[in-house]
């Protein structure tokens, strides 16, 4: 089946659906039409389809692939399987960014208020880790009182106080995807253009968005591994959200290596109030200059979108003096502070970190750090408690892995290449075993990747899948 494929009508709109039919329409690689679709996202969000149903119609679409109309309809009937957030009362441009999946992706702590003290109402609902990416409300809820789940109106008034909030689905929003998101992550559904950019847009299309901000990553830490997926699905994403109102731009972003040198709970979240604190990082394979690079790149685009700005590089400006003056700093701390968060932690950052065990990882040769294997350092970081591997486990605020040495760095045997926190002792040989796996050292430096590659308008989306 083409990704052009066209979705076909059913005899009759008043036949009765049935699930088990649904399912083999789709193994046997015919299009579902925008009905049948609508039949699958109620019963997900209402629960008259089992699990073992909607595993089955997943892994058929993931195998047989779903057309253009398909994952629009899905994309649609997941947005208007619950309530909707109406951003009208903030006064301000609604304005978001979302992430397709990486390791130690933390910019959304960081383009929210930046964006916030710039002049645009950020509305951020975010999920939990998926496969082997973190999550951005775990992150969060390692602050201790953080609470993600608002209700609609305690969603609405800390917009009105803050101009940014970062909370989960309510059980109201966007029903369908809450129980089509878990099963993905257990059942190796995942990796599926169609199924990501109805997830993804259904939550942001919901929070009522005039504008959104996609990064999608590319690279051996992205969930899709080949370039021609990413741009598609970067296409695919754009016009889907502009045919239904909102103006969106894709950003297609470097994930070979984790951004930053910070992945997984509580450390993620350190590392940027350390930016957002004014400590600028140098411009080195050892820093986390990239993760400072990309938010400012990504707020620029969204104050853009959000009107407060001529150009994305004049948003970028507008967002770099919002860092340094301390604005973007505030906007967060009043931000957790509303959403029942501890504030307090943050005045000694280190001492409230406590893993239950540490290991340091050395480098085992000299050289030139030239290559990472992003999604098995993302695996690696899940191992150690930071991650679940099943639905409603929880995760330990204080697990992860600091990279001392990123790609590109120098280094030498025997020097500190990443630091290990792990829950329990037993948790720590696992990861330290995937991080010599994962990490090449070469005698040669390896060949610069570029921070941002492409850049998909609605033009650009719009060319790209009329050719294919």
Not at 241 to 264: I, K, N, W, Y
Not at 365 to 384: C, K
Not at 405 to 421: D, F, M, N, Q, S
């Amino acid at each position: 089946m083409t990704r052009t494929q066209r979705t076909q009508t059913t005899d009759s709109a008043t036949t009765p659906l049935h699930m088990i039919d649904i399912i083999r329409k789709k193994r046997d690689g015919e299009a579902l039409d925008t009905r049948e679709i609508g039949f699958v996202a109620a019963g997900a969000a209402n629960g008259s389809i089992p699990a073992d149903q909607l595993a089955a119609w997943l892994m058929a679409a993931w195998i047989r692939g779903l057309s253009l109309d398909e994952t629009r309809a899905l994309t649609l009937a997941m947005r208007d399987s619950g309530e909707k957030f109406s951003p009208a009362q903030l006064g301000k441009q609604a304005v978001d960014k979302h992430s397709s999946g990486g390791v130690g992706d933390k910019t959304s702590f960081l383009v929210a208020p930046l964006a916030a003290a710039c002049g645009v109402a950020v509305p951020m609902i975010s999920g939990r880790a998926l496969g082997h990416t973190g999550g951005t409300l775990d992150k969060l809820e390692a602050i201790p009182g953080y609470r993600t789940a608002l209700t609609l109106a305690e969603f609405e008034a800390v917009l009105k106080r803050c101009g940014a909030s970062i909370v989960s689905q309510t059980p109201e929003l966007v029903p369908a995807d809450r129980v089509l998101y878990a099963l993905r992550d257990r059942t190796a559904t995942v990796e599926n253009p169609g199924l990501i950019c109805a997830s993804i847009l259904s939550k942001k299309l919901a929070a009522g968005l005039n504008a959104l901000v996609l990064d999608v990553k590319t690279g051996s830490g992205a969930f899709l591994r080949k370039m021609e997926d990413c741009e598609f699905l970067a296409a695919l994403m754009v016009a889907t959200a502009e045919a239904a109102g909102t103006r969106t731009v894709a950003l297609l972003t470097d994930m070979s290596q984790p951004l930053g040198r910070a992945a997984g709970n509580w450390i993620e979240v350190a590392e940027c109030v350390e930016l957002l604190r004014g400590q600028t990082p140098p411009r080195s394979p050892e820093s986390n200059f990239d993760l400072r690079e990309l938010s400012l790149i990504l707020a620029g685009w969204m104050i853009h979108l959000g009107g407060k700005a001529k150009s994305p590089q004049e948003g970028y400006s507008l967002a770099e003096a919002a860092l340094a003056d301390g604005a973007a700093l505030a906007v967060f701390m009043k931000m957790v502070d509303a959403q029942g968060g501890d504030v307090s932690v943050f005045d000694d950052l280190a001492a409230f970190h406590k893993p239950g065990a540490t290991q340091v990882v050395e480098a085992w040769e000299s050289g030139f750090v030239a290559e990472m294997d992003t999604t098995a350092l993302g695996w690696a970081v899940q191992r150690t408690g930071a991650g679940r591997e099943k639905a409603g486990e929880p995760v330990d605020p204080h697990a992860g892995i600091l990279f001392h040495a990123r790609r590109g760095a120098e280094v030498k045997r025997g020097e500190p290449l990443a630091t290990i926190y792990a829950t329990r002792a037993e948790l720590l040989a696992e990861p330290a075993a995937i991080l010599r796996r994962a990490i090449r050292v070469s005698k040669t430096p390896p060949h610069a990747v570029p921070l941002v590659g492409k850049v998909f308008t609605r033009a650009d989306a719009e060319e790209y899948l009329s050719s294919k």
